[in-house]
């Protein structure tokens, strides 16, 4: 069964450091792996996706994830924080392959971004 | 940009009592569907829905819960005797075609009184 596993449920940064946000799937067969962010009282906004092109991939406000198979990761990351970045963050996988259009989400991470 | 809607913004409801929550998905999108996120927990697929009928369901989607498409335009959400349990944050969200990334509405939030 697919699963998604965010190993942090807060993370706290300084303004202008980097951002490390940890995420793990499951998936029997190779997956669309996505993270979206929710501001306060706002509903999910994309930030980026993979669907098995680039292993690389570069999202909107200067976030990128890398897929890595054999660690089976999707790790979110930014080389500099800003206060704006402040969010819940949701890494979230999808096996179209299996038939299946839902979304399996993680538990999300909180950031926290100190001035 | 065009985005999915959601109304009403909240909803507090008596238990045991029918609530309507409802989405218009963008314009040109055919596929759709509904999440809730119980306060603290994760998000959690509901169900989705193609072509005037659903296409997948989780445990969750029990008898209490419907979906329907009675227009062109909107997409709701039915709950037809609701318990404390309904409390939730509820999510519509679309895409054109699977391959596509789901967009996400601003969610309701249903209290259950």
């Known amino acids: 069964a697919q699963s998604v596993t965010q190993l942090d449920s807060h993370v706290s940064v300084s303004e202008g450091t980097p951002v490390l946000l940890r995420c793990n799937y499951s998936s029997s067969y190779s997956p669309s792996l996505f993270w979206y962010v929710q501001h306060p009282n706002k509903g999910l906004q994309l930030l980026l996706k993979?669907?098995?092109?680039?292993?690389l991939v570069k999202g909107i406000n200067g976030f990128e994830a890398e897929f890595k198979k054999s660690e089976t990761s999707f790790h979110l990351t930014k080389p500099s924080a800003h206060m704006s970045d402040a969010a819940e963050y949701f890494c979230?996988?999808?096996?179209?392959?299996?038939?299946?259009?839902?979304?399996?989400f993680g538990t999300g991470t909180r950031l926290k971004v100190l001035a | 940009e065009p985005e999915v809607t959601q109304t009403p913004s909240h909803q507090v409801t008596q238990m045991g009592q029918e609530v309507i929550l409802r989405c218009v998905p963008i314009?040109?999108?055919?596929?759709f569907y509904w999440y809730r996120q119980i306060l603290g927990q994760k998000v959690e697929f509901l169900v989705s829905f193609y072509n005037n009928e659903i296409s997948e369901k989780s445990e969750i989607f029990d008898d209490q819960f419907s979906v329907e498409r009675p227009d062109g335009s909107n997409f709701t959400l039915k709950i037809r005797s609701t318990k404390l349990e309904d409390s939730a944050m509820y999510f519509c969200?679309?895409?054109?075609?699977?391959?596509?990334?789901?967009?996400f509405g601003d969610g309701t939030r249903l209290s259950i009184l």
């Open positions: 979230v996988v999808s096996d179209l392959r299996r038939g299946t259009y839902k979304y399996i």
């Open positions: 969200a679309s895409n054109r075609d699977t391959n596509q990334p789901q967009h």
């Open positions: 314009s040109n999108h055919l596929y």
């Open positions: 993979y669907t098995s092109a680039a292993t």
